[in-house]
């Protein structure tokens, strides 16, 4: 079938280097020393450790679990001991550490039992939920948990469902070999993914410059004679393979910054991810390995299924390492990440690793002033100025450069690629994004600490206005009621003349209010204490009750004898 | 350690100038073979002096010398400006041309990269406005030799009238101001074919340069072509109207420094708008202002003024001809 293709604008095209690591098929790479598993592999919540140190645990066992619905779980790649549960340098270029679940592995490789899971029969939530629980998450690099992107959402909303085999980054070619060789179960993966997503079309995206892969597919859709698939291939031009480049390319849909692809009928999956679905619904296979390019500087350049977790500098004495490397990437030359250290582990996103020397990467010449050329503008992908962007991220002018869609831009690196000035563009966009998210924190904090403070004034102004209007109330009603008191009650005189001075004083009107709520919670007290006696204690709590009464007598026998009008005396009697 | 892209393009500031100047040299050949070598006196003077003050203003603003003095920018300014001039301008015009170009016009502003205006034009309005005498000055199609022609550069003995004349322009300016119309003036056998005996091949020099420069991607079709067409469709217009008054839209494309504006003047990228629509407004405003300026002004050729006029709109421009980016274009929103 032949079928409209769509360009998107700009784009470079480097020298693909994909053949030194395509000439042997996938080695499976032995099990490390020790395995060292990040818990968080993925975006969204980070996962509860489901063991401690000393643990025995095998081949995929959770270790991990899902913390809420946005995140996912993790799992043992092979059965072995717990040595540590502790943070560990991640393969990130900050070179910051993170919990991770180290494992001795014990070289028996013992499975757990597989629970049946019997996906055809699952309602689409359980199986999301069973997804969610076998760690699948986009393995194409953004590592988004796949389980979340698999809704239907409303009725037919989703026309297209896209599995992305354009793999457009030089050097990297573990999606091709991969669709070399599972090519079949990549598909199944896929239309069990369309019948979730109620999609009416699978397309598949492979470049050109993968010929073998395409024809894979081709054979292996042919087998399935599915009339909803399509393998369709796609001119090589980096970066095509970047999800919105390649819907555009396969569909015409441009899906713009901050909207999802679904609102406009697509999703979007890596081919290794409609793998690990299949494996996982159909196998019951968590996903505890990948397929990782090692590319570069190094003796064997191949593509290895690795364990997740094993060491960088491990799958790099396989492949040989060359002594004159200056730098290990994560990814490939365009995006990729410069690595921290060999002992950072290889994790779900990492589909390539690539040494650098200064032969092979070398280092960029020194930074000339941008002549404002515009080649940059020309091969954006994202239709930006990436001139003016620079101009406005390194005057700190940052609310210009989003003005100029800073937050459009999608590091892919074309524009440093083409400039002759070598001004490291995306380093400045890097810089401002970094720089605009943490004013948004500063003031985002500074929003909630003004608006507490706000709140506890306006709470502080409300209690002073209640305060007032209680008092108010009072005194207007105590000067009809205090009549009444005198003639009703009176039972000591002196209790009137302390009322007197009070209905003119507030204080004294508090204090009185106050003690008045002591005597009603006092008697409640006491009423609940001696709630259900025994006609026993009963007698005797009437008996101390009267030798009370006559002791209370009697004093003020005394009192009235000895200071007969003395207000504060009625007082503390009262207050006792 | 550094962050990616880890690849590169085969490309530099230095490459890109290195093609422009290459891409000047058939119409350079050309002027040398129709009005003598003193043009490669110019050249000299013109490159000693940028270098000089690129030099001397980067040592005094403390900026590294070398890359920037090898990136080959201060060399292209100043053959636009040797080959702006009459050849035979004495060797002090042609330095102070030069040095107002590179140290006002380029470092005061900040130096490569920043100058809002079109450097190379500076200096010609300069020079036009302080010395419109020796600005119209330019030798005959009868040759000279070298030695002669040195020697009126950089001599102070000035007897240059009996061989210099008027360009086509200028002789056009004077005829209609005496009182001749168009048609009439240019039967004249200075005017050769089209536009100027001699000159009509200068200008073919200048856009054969221009279509390399387009080949190699040094600059894109927006302005040559919306310079071009622009300036064609205002002179048709004016021609239909007012033959007798105003040259064809042939003589104005040969004429003058219109291709030569169109590829290598106006495709200026720093002081030039640099968006697609903003591209083609900024050389159609410049091609009409310099067709005004041709037909009404008091200057015979309007190219650098035009130029430096819309300098002054280009920040006015990018703004407001921003492309969309993607996802935004009309028609997307679902």
Not at chain 1, 491 to 500: E, F
Not at chain 2, 20 to 43: D, E, K, S, Y
Not at chain 2, 79 to 89: D, G, N, T
């Amino acid at each position: 079938m032949l079928r409209q293709l769509f360009s998107f604008n700009g784009g470079v095209k480097p020298d693909p280097n994909k053949g030194a690591s395509t000439r042997e098929p996938i080695a499976r790479l032995p099990l490390p020393p020790q395995l060292i598993i990040p818990l968080h592999q993925h975006i969204g919540g980070t996962p509860r450790p489901l063991v401690k140190a000393g643990d025995r645990v095998l081949h995929g066992q959770r270790i991990g679990a899902a913390d809420g619905n946005v995140s996912s779980a993790v799992h043992a790649p092979t059965s072995g001991t717990v040595v540590a549960v502790e943070p560990r340098l991640m393969p990130h270029a900050s070179g910051l550490s993170a919990m991770a679940v180290v494992i001795e592995p014990d070289g028996l490789d013992l499975r757990i039992e597989r629970e049946p899971f019997d996906w055809h029969a699952a309602t689409p939530g359980e199986v999301r939920d069973h997804l969610r629980d076998a760690g699948v998450v986009g393995l194409g690099g953004a590592v988004f948990p796949s389980h979340l992107k698999l809704s239907a959402g409303t009725a037919g909303s989703t026309d297209t469902l896209v599995i992305n085999g354009a793999e457009c980054e030089p050097f990297i070619t573990c999606d091709d070999m991969l669709m070399r060789s599972e090519a079949l179960d990549i598909l199944r993966g896929a239309q069990v993914m369309r019948k979730m997503l109620a999609a009416r079309q699978v397309l598949v995206g492979v470049e050109d410059n993968k010929p073998d892969a395409a024809a894979a597919l081709k054979a292996a859709a042919a087998e399935l004679s599915d009339a909803s698939l399509d393998i369709v291939v796609v001119p090589t031009r980096y970066p095509a393979g970047g999800a919105k480049q390649l819907i555009r390319v396969l569909t015409g849909i441009e899906v713009p910054h901050g909207r999802r692809s679904t609102d406009y009928g697509v999703q979007c999956f890596n081919v290794a991810t409609a793998l690990a679905v299949w494996n996982a619904l159909e196998h019951g296979e968590p996903l505890t390995r990948r397929i990782v390019t090692v590319a570069g500087n190094v003796e064997r350049p191949r593509n290895f299924d690795v364990a997740i977790g094993t060491p960088i500098g491990f799958v790099f004495e396989h492949a040989g390492l060359k002594p004159d490397t200056d730098t290990l990437i994560m990814g490939g030359p365009m995006m990729g990440v410069p690595l921290p250290g060999v002992e950072a582990p290889v994790v779900k996103a990492t589909n390539c690793l690539l040494a650098s020397s200064p032969a092979l990467f070398p280092p960029p010449e020194p930074e000339m002033p941008c002549i404002r050329c515009g080649e940059c503008a020309r091969a954006c992908p994202a239709d930006l100025q990436p001139f003016e962007l620079y101009w406005h991220a390194r005057s700190r002018n940052f609310g210009r450069a989003q003005e100029y869609h800073l937050f459009d831009c999608i590091e892919c690196g074309c524009c440093a690629y083409v400039c002759p000035s070598h001004i490291p563009l995306v380093d400045y966009y890097r810089y401002a994004k970094s720089e605009i998210w943490a004013r948004e924190r500063d003031k985002d904090a500074a929003d909630s600490a003004r608006e507490r403070f706000e709140f506890r004034n306006w709470r502080a102004e409300r209690e002073k206005e209640e305060k007032a209007a209680r008092l108010a109330a009072r005194s207007a009603a105590k000067p009809a009621a205090k009549t009444a008191d005198v003639a009703d009650s009176a039972p000591s005189p002196a209790d009137a003349q302390a009322a007197a001075p009070a209905t003119t004083d507030p204080k004294k009107a508090l204090i009185e209010a106050a003690m008045a709520r002591a005597r009603a919670q006092k008697e409640a007290a006491a009423a609940k204490n001696t709630d259900a006696l025994t006609p026993d204690q009963q007698a005797q709590v009437d008996a101390a009750e009267a030798r009370r009464k006559r002791a209370a007598d009697l004093l003020a026998e005394k009192q009235t004898a000895n200071a007969p009008a003395d207000p504060s005396a009625g007082q503390n009697d009262a207050a006792r | 350690m550094y962050n990616s892209p880890y690849l590169r393009q085969n490309t530099s500031v230095r490459r890109v100038m290195g093609t422009v100047l290459v891409a000047m040299l058939p119409a350079i050949a050309v002027q040398v073979w129709l009005f003598g070598p003193a043009l490669i006196a110019q050249l000299a003077i013109a490159s000693l002096t940028a270098l000089a003050c690129e030099a001397a203003m980067l040592g005094l603003r403390g900026r590294p010398v070398a890359p920037a003095l090898t990136d080959l920018s201060a060399l292209v300014t100043a053959w636009l400006i040797a080959v702006c001039l009459p050849p035979l301008l004495p060797w002090w015009a042609t330095m102070l041309g030069t040095a107002f170009a590179l140290i006002i016009g380029k470092h005061l502003y900040g130096g490569l990269g920043q100058n809002p205006f079109n450097p190379a034009m500076l200096a010609y309005a300069l020079l036009i406005v302080s010395f419109p005498a020796l600005m119209s000055q330019w030798p005959g199609l009868q040759a000279t030799d070298a030695a002669t022609q040195f020697g009126w550069v950089f001599g102070g003995e000035r007897m240059v009238d009996g061989i210099t004349g008027a360009t086509p322009l200028d002789a056009l300016r004077t005829g209609l101001l005496t009182g001749g119309d168009a048609t009439s003036v240019m039967q004249s056998p200075a005017f050769g074919h089209v536009a100027g005996a001699g000159w009509e091949w200068v200008a073919l020099a200048w856009a054969a340069g221009g279509l390399l420069l387009l080949a190699l991607r040094i600059i894109t079709w927006h302005i040559p072509v919306a310079f071009i067409g622009a300036m064609a469709l205002v002179s048709a217009i004016g021609w239909l109207i007012a033959p007798a008054q105003f040259a064809s839209p042939a003589f104005h494309l040969l004429a003058g420094g219109t291709l030569m504006g169109a590829f290598f003047i106006a495709t200026d990228p720093v002081s030039g708008a640099t968006t697609p629509r903003g591209k083609l407004i900024f050389a159609a405003g410049i091609a009409l202002i310099a067709w005004l300026i041709r037909a009404f002004g008091a200057y015979p050729d309007g190219i650098a003024f035009a130029v430096l006029l819309m300098n002054i709109c280009v920040p006015l421009i990018d703004l407001k001809t921003q492309p969309p980016v993607f996802g935004h274009k009309k028609g997307d929103a679902p």
